[in-house]
């Protein structure tokens, strides 16, 4: 797992977590919160050779990603409906989000780090946030069918 620490002056108020639901055991890992599922939202940037065995971390599939038609609107939306799930639990409680697409290792990646960027921005660093990418060094999964 990688984690990406956004700190702020308070304590930590949400984590966002990117996984490949193909993976053994992943939807163990959606345990409360809001679940975002981006297999049919957006297109796979494991199709193209090129950016097959890299990650949403990396600026060229972070931006491809970002750039895929509806994915600024989905990003938008999501950072909205996760601040106010925040402004509505009793203060040092955590929210949650699961980021997921096939792999764990693009679509999901990109979108959770664009998420929590924003929810960060609009809390002005009051607040920490966490971003685990559970299945980020995993192997690259064969295209399902």
Do not use: K
Not at 109 to 132: F, K, P, Q, T
Request: hydrophobic share 40%; charged share 20%.
């Amino acid at each position: 797992m990688q984690i990406t620490h956004l700190r702020g002056h308070g304590l930590v108020s949400a984590v966002i977590r990117s996984i490949g639901v193909r993976h053994p055991g992943a939807h163990q890992l959606v345990t409360d919160g809001l679940y975002l599922d981006l297999r049919t939202a957006l297109r796979n940037p494991a199709d193209d050779p090129g950016m097959r065995f890299r990650t949403g971390l990396d600026e060229d599939v972070y931006d491809h990603v970002l750039n895929t038609p509806g994915a600024r609107r989905i990003i938008a939306r999501t950072a909205v409906q996760l601040r106010l799930l925040a402004d509505e639990v009793p203060a040092r409680h955590v929210v949650r989000l699961t980021v997921a697409c096939q792999g764990g290792r693009h679509r999901s990646v990109a979108v959770a780090e664009a998420v929590a960027r924003r929810l960060w921005n609009a809390w002005e660093g009051a607040y920490g946030v966490d971003v685990e990418h559970h299945h980020i060094g995993q192997p690259v999964l064969p295209a399902s069918r």
